[in-house]
């Protein structure tokens, strides 16, 4: 049996954020790789200001980092599926996740509430392959005691959350 807390953080322990901290984010979120001086003229503040401001937003973890994007159809990568994972208690949850880290597929898990345990998402290159980190990878973690399968057919929305 799993326990579920909730906890509520009061609004004004939220970061704040100004018209000038959303512009800088925005334009960061489009392309990381944007001068900082170009960001200055946009804004129409010194680039030591943004400096300044980015510095400030890192700190407070609401910029989490900086990230490369590789498209993996370009590698030949053209499976992404979903895996619904039923454990068999909670005591076994904490190997199945480091299993799960053992496996280069493996490109996410959630810890979730409703049918499955785990969530995770897979990329492999095609559906043999999933066919094979299913059979030989997944299906071998002690714990697991079913899962079920669904494979993306096509990503329509691929966005961060809105500044």
Known sequence: MFSIFFIFIPKDLYMKIDGID???????IKDARTPILSIARDVGISGA??????RKLE???LIDGYHMLINPKSLGY????????????SAV??????????????????YTTGSFTIFIKILCKNNEGLMQVLDSKIKEINGVSKFETFISLNQQID?????
């Open 78 to 89: 053209t499976t992404t599926a979903f895996v619904g994972v039923h454990v068999e208690s």
């Open 159 to 163: 966005r961060q959350i809105d500044i």
């Open 59 to 61: 700190k407070s973890d």
């Open 22 to 28: 959303k512009k800088i984010i925005r334009t960061l």
């Open 93 to 110: 949850l904490t190997s199945i996740i480091k299993r799960l880290k053992d496996i280069p597929e493996v490109l996410e898990s959630h």
């Open 49 to 54: 200001a943004i400096h300044q401001r980015l």
